[in-house]
């Protein structure tokens, strides 16, 4: 096994049942404020993807200015749409400084809910060493975010 | 272009006091060979990445091996392709 992409399919039927709140309010959960999400970074030995259903500290990369758990990713945009196509895309890039480690895949999660899964998102194995690492978002619009719904 | 351009502010640091933070401490600039190159495109990322080459004298058994290295990688699109999208090789 190896590190996969995809929406997780736990996060699909989540959404079902009002679990996520991307948004600034919730007239389901009665929050106004949108849910905390983080982005973790795996080794390529970890097998991340669209059956893992929650956060995991297994196979997840170590290293100086790392914290186990990653790194929080800036909201202020809200979820919207276009056509037939909701979406939704961090604002801001996430990123670490002067790390050391190797990774090929990142897992968007929900902290505020029990570190539910919602996505991961893989590329080729990129070393760091002693370096920065810098995962920049797509374009927040249907066809390219992070997260689309069609 | 690219999340290079659009975070370069760590290059810009590194000028204003010339010392680079690597494996061996932090080393002045003028020792580093410096190269950026674009390592990935497909149609899901763009994959850059920065390598610094110790060739200074200071630690003759490092010279010309990798020091530090950034990478950047910017995310095209967040969706995994459909099989039908996926390129053939």
Known sequence: MANSAGLCTSFKVELMVADHNFGVSSATRGSTAADTFKMALYQTTATIGPSTTVYTASGE?????????????????VPTSSGTTAYWTPSASVSWTTVTFTTDCALLYNSSRSNKAVGSYTFSSQTV?????????????????????? | MNGLTATGGV?????????????????RQADLRITVEQKEENVNVWVWVRECFYIGTEFPEAVETIVRRDVWVTMKTGQAPTQAEVPKT
């Open chain 1, 129 to 150: 060493t002693a370096g920065n690492f810098t995962l920049t978002m797509p374009v927040n619009a249907a066809g390219t975010a992070l997260i689309q719904i069609a």
């Open chain 2, 11 to 27: 290059m810009g640091s590194e000028v204003v006091d010339s010392y680079v933070t690597t494996t061996l401490g932090n080393i």
């Open chain 1, 61 to 77: 990369v170590s290293s100086a200015n790392y914290t186990a758990g990653g790194a929080t990713v800036t909201n202020a945009t």
